[in-house]
């Protein structure tokens, strides 16, 4: 089955920094990476998604990039601000085939300092 | 759009009984479902998937007996967790995909069980 690996672990950066969260998927057949950005007690938000048919996908402070020759993609932060700190996780899914659910990362907690 | 409760958010219950959680999609149709499974500081875990109308799809090493999954209409999923036990204890979340072959999952806020 599929298997993604997220670093870092724990991410700490200035306010106002950039922050480079990174995975990487084992299934090259995975075709859909959604970021999720998680708060203390509440259940997982999707913030940010990136198909197999584009490089690159950026929403205001936030960007997606994807390597699918190295299996690849990574979140991108700009202008971190308090409100980012949070646990994001990454996750891939084979759209199409015959697994249904997501396989997630074991997450990046995202501490801001003011 | 695409908001997805949970009820209730924590329960405390004794170890012996059962437990149920409610998943509900607010304001769309839910062809499919999810429930995850995460230990603290760690990820979610795929526990089952559920489809409107047929039985549940439980992933290798989730005792089906044991969670008991109802997916009765398009809105709405239940989980229960039956003899409870303290090592059932954990953040138990679900997810819901609209129709019409959508990729996006939409996650509830979860619900914290306690076992004693």
């Known amino acids: 089955g599929e298997n993604v690996e997220q670093h870092p672990s724990t991410l700490s950066v200035q306010e106002g920094d950039s922050a480079v969260i990174k995975c990487t998927y084992s299934d090259s057949a995975s075709n859909y990476f959604p970021w999720y950005k998680q708060e203390l007690g509440k259940g997982p938000q999707l913030i940010i998604d990136i198909r197999s048919n584009v490089g690159e996908k950026k929403d205001q402070r936030i960007a997606v990039t994807l390597n699918k020759t190295a299996k690849h993609f990574s979140l991108h932060i700009t202008e971190t601000q308090p409100e980012d700190s949070a646990v994001y996780f990454c996750a891939a899914k084979i759209v199409g085939g015959g697994a249904d659910g997501l396989t997630f990362g074991k997450g990046t907690h995202l501490i801001i300092q003011p | 759009g695409a908001v997805v409760s949970q009820h209730p958010s924590r329960v405390i219950c004794k170890s012996g009984t059962s437990v149920k959680i409610e998943c509900r999609s607010l304001?769309?149709?839910?062809?499919?479902m999810f429930w995850y499974r995460q230990f603290p500081k760690q990820s979610l875990m795929l526990m089952a998937t559920?489809?409107?109308?047929?039985?549940?799809?439980?992933e290798q090493g989730v005792e089906k007996d044991k969670f008991l999954i109802n997916h009765a209409s398009l809105t709405l999923s239940t989980l229960t967790v039956t003899s409870a036990h303290p090592e059932d204890s954990s953040f138990y979340i679900c997810?819901?995909?609209?129709?019409?072959?959508?990729?996006?999952?939409?996650f509830g806020p979860g619900t914290r069980l306690t076992v004693t």
């Open positions: 997810s819901a995909r609209a129709l019409a072959g959508a990729v996006e999952q939409y």
């Open positions: 304001d769309f149709q839910a062809t499919t």
């Open positions: 559920s489809n409107e109308g047929s039985k549940a799809t439980y």
